[in-house]
């Protein structure tokens, strides 16, 4: 039985939500540091020891989280040499995205190197922000998934 798109879109938008605050947590420390706990400081002193417990529990989760996303990324760049993203119109009016990845075989049995390709079919509405801005310039391009990651990796 398939997936209610509500439920894939409800995981997306969580899942870039949280990507979003790991991917952007040096600066967010570092703008409570400079700027919300000082605030706290003078305006709700009585709450300025919980704030500041918050801000650390919270950093020592997500110091985990990104060393374990680095650490797994790393595993995972092992064996896949490459992957990008194509976003292609269908006759129907829908899109589609194809994932086209390049794996190293681990076995070595046969080809060294495997291509997977998938395909999913998807709303307009449900395409990246910057895709669907690169459509209307007709401008589209394949995005390189690796790249993208191996960058979003190095940071911080």
Do not use: C
């Amino acid at each position: 039985m398939p997936i209610p798109v509500i439920v894939i879109v409800a995981q997306v938008v969580a899942t870039a939500l949280v990507g979003v605050v790991v991917a952007y947590w040096p600066r967010i420390m570092q703008w409570s540091v400079d700027s919300l706990l000082p605030w706290v400081d003078e305006h709700l002193p009585a709450f300025a020891e919980d704030v500041r417990l918050a801000f650390q529990s919270l950093d020592n989760a997500i110091v985990d989280i990104r060393r374990a996303i680095r650490s797994a990324w790393r595993r995972v760049r092992d064996f896949l040499l490459r992957e990008t993203a194509d976003f292609i119109r269908l006759f129907n009016g829908r899109w589609a995205v194809q994932i086209t990845s390049y794996l190293r075989n681990q076995a070595m049995n046969g080809k060294p190197i495997v291509k997977i390709v998938s395909q999913e079919e998807i709303d307009w509405d449900d395409l990246p922000e910057d895709v669907r801005a690169q459509v209307m310039r007709d401008e589209l391009a394949p995005v390189d998934v690796t790249k993208i990651r191996d960058e979003l990796t190095q940071e911080g």
